[in-house]
């Protein structure tokens, strides 16, 4: 095979790689992002189930 040919596939093959690497890349960072944002319909019910604060024996309810 001609180098010229072999020059042309072997960038083929990188340009390939390059995209399928920025593809997995995009996407981890896309389901990671994902996953960090709770949804607003959650936000109220985790705040109202999540502050309660001891102080000493008795339980103090916060209300945002």
């Known amino acids: 095979m001609p180098v010229r040919k072999q020059h042309q596939y072997t960038l083929y093959f990188f340009v390939g790689y ?8 995009g996407k981890v960072v ?4 994902s996953r960090m944002i709770p949804s607003t319909s959650g936000i109220s019910r985790t ?3 999540k502050v309660k604060i001891l102080q000493g024996c008795r339980i103090v309810y916060q209300q945002f």
């Open 47 to 49: 705040l109202s189930s």
């Open 30 to 33: 896309y389901d990671t992002a």
């Open 18 to 25: 390059l995209l399928l690497t920025a593809g997995v890349i």
